[in-house]
């Protein structure tokens, strides 16, 4: 199967020119073909942009879910991407990141009208980290080594790892591309096959890539993705028999709701990536505020906070607030809201009206319980039909208001001060969420002790970063069970350690 390249730039002329060709893959992708829904049934996407519609997409059911998970089982069972030598497997995932990067332009062209991600994240961030996340899982395949274990001279234990077999992945729609890299590349090169459900607004780009794995060489029924509802078809994945694992980035609430689906079916492995109410900690002595302001922006308003690791609780020292707030103010004018097409934009819409509606109610909530609205707080841009929020910040946070206890998912911060460094340790932990925070301080002994002492996955020291390919991403408490994203321990978590046990005579 050869797909047509299309071209996108940062040019406005070529991403219009590629806006008015491109064409969408609206079908399931099971057993490596695309396919109707068994029902026929379909739904409609909405650019959030615009609040028109964009596509139809096959409503999937049951009886789909059913033909993707056996056509996953045949290939598992048949050997016929398992069984391949872990140096084959590593081509044909290097192959397939190939291919990821020359459409690149046409994929991330995808997230951007379909998620309203803006043009220029999905072009320079989102789809080159995919492509590199593909490429260090294929690299990583045959450079692990098994172990044997230290038993006695009579026997020769071998302590292995071998996929755990059908995996299901359930997508969230807020890095429609990237998600599915992150899943995708160590199940892949672990020799897993796979049923991937992406979220029901943000299906395009995850369609487009089954067709595409398809050209790379990854054989049937390996790679299959059914579009639906969650509530659906997620829910039939993870209660279905024959799936072996399933993979979920998403709410809080929905990965509680799996580990009952597992409980209630075959007791499947669950692996869950969730929210966060991520704290950025600035001490008294943490340097240039310039590059703070800078840093806790980016860490908040990034993808229009609809980022499982958004900063989006500052926690600064009495003394250093204001400068800091009133830069962050001054440069928040960088945060230009617009059109995600435009390559000057940096906010896009909400995902759905819905969203929208529950950002802003989060908004009146601050106001009502007495924090103080310093920038932002309304819709915006109207006129275009589509879901704009401005960015937003209150000072004057108290820990126990809803602004500063429940995961928003849009551009809006909270401002919470502190005096001591023993009360900014207990405010950054006081919450049920532990994904990602930051901390500024020019004192490397402090860093350190602070870093330790705060309950997150992964703690970013001067600035705000998730680490990159090499290093895992996941949860403390209720942001995660059992789960981390990228680097080789995703690997280990989509196989079984089996041990083989030699009598020698
Ligand atoms: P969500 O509502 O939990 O949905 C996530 C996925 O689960 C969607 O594909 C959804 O399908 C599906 N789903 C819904 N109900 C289900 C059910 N009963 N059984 C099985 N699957 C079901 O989350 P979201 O709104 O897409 O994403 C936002 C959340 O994801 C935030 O909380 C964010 O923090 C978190 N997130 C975490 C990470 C991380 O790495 N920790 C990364 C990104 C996002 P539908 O599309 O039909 O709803």
């Known amino acids: 199967m050869k797909t047509p390249v299309l071209n996108v730039t940062l040019e406005p002329k070529s991403i219009k020119a590629a806006t008015a060709k491109i064409k969408f893959r609206t079908q399931a992708f099971i057993n490596g073909r695309y396919v109707n829904a068994a029902s026929g049934k379909t739904y409609v996407s909405t650019n959030p942009a615009t609040g028109q519609p964009l596509a139809k997409i096959a409503a999937c059911e049951a009886a789909d879910v059913d033909a993707a998970v056996k056509a996953a089982r045949r290939a598992f069972d048949q050997g016929v991407w398992a069984k391949r030598s872990p140096t084959e497997r590593k081509h044909v995932l290097l192959r397939f990141a190939d291919l990821v990067e020359k459409n690149l332009g046409e994929l991330a062209l995808l997230d951007c009208l379909d998620a309203g991600k803006p043009i220029t994240d999905c072009l320079t961030m989102d789809l080159p980290d995919s492509v590199h996340c593909f490429r260090w899982h294929a690299e990583a395949i045959d450079k692990e080594y098994e172990k044997v274990s230290p038993t006695g001279p009579g026997n020769v234990a071998m302590i292995v790892r071998e996929p755990l077999g059908v995996v299901g992945a359930i997508l969230p729609w807020n890095f429609p591309f990237q998600m599915a890299a992150w899943k995708l590349g160590p199940i ?86 969730l929210g966060g109410k991520n704290p950025q900690v600035v001490f008294e002595d943490a340097g240039d505020v310039d590059y703070i302001a800078r840093q806790a922006l980016s860490s908040v308003f990034w993808n229009m906070g609809e980022n499982c690791s958004s900063g989006s609780r500052l926690i600064v020292h009495r003394k250093f607030k204001d400068k800091l707030l009133s830069r962050m103010i001054e440069l ?100 049920p969420y532990g994904l990602t925070a930051s901390l500024y301080s020019e004192n490397v002994s402090r860093a350190h002790r602070v870093a330790r002492a705060i309950r997150a996955g992964t703690v970013s020291v001067n600035c705000f970063s998730e680490g990159d390919a090499t290093t895992p991403f996941g949860g403390y408490k209720q942001s995660g069970f059992f789960g981390r994203d990228k680097s080789i321990f995703a690997h280990y978590q989509y196989t079984e350690l089996k041990t083989i046990w030699m009598q020698l005579t």
């Open 188 to 273: 892949l090169a672990t020799g897993n096959s796979v049923v991937l459900k992406p979220a029901r607004q943000t299906a395009l780009s995850v369609l487009r890539l089954a067709e595409i794995a398809a050209e790379a060489g990854i054989p049937d029924g390996v790679l299959n993705v059914v579009p639906g509802s969650g509530a659906v078809i997620g829910a039939a994945l993870c209660r279905h028999p024959d799936v072996d694992a399933a993979a979920f980035t998403g709410s809080t609430e929905v990965g509680r709701q799996l580990l009952q689906y597992s409980a209630e079916s075959n007791l499947k492995r669950i692996m869950l990536e």
């Open 332 to 431: 928040s004018r960088e945060w230009v809201v617009g059109s995600p097409l435009d390559p000057a934009t940096k906010i896009g819409p909400m995902i759905e009206e819905s969203h929208m509606m529950k950002v802003l109610e989060y908004v009146e909530s601050g106001k009502r319980e007495g924090a103080k609205l310093v920038l932002g707080g309304k819709r915006t841009l109207l006129k275009t039909g589509g879901y704009f929020v401005e960015p937003t910040i209150f000072d004057g946070v108290k820990p126990a208001m809803k602004i500063a206890r429940e995961e928003i998912f849009g551009p809006v911060l909270s401002v919470l001060t502190f005096d001591t460094e023993e009360e900014a340790i207990i405010l950054a932990n006081d919450t």
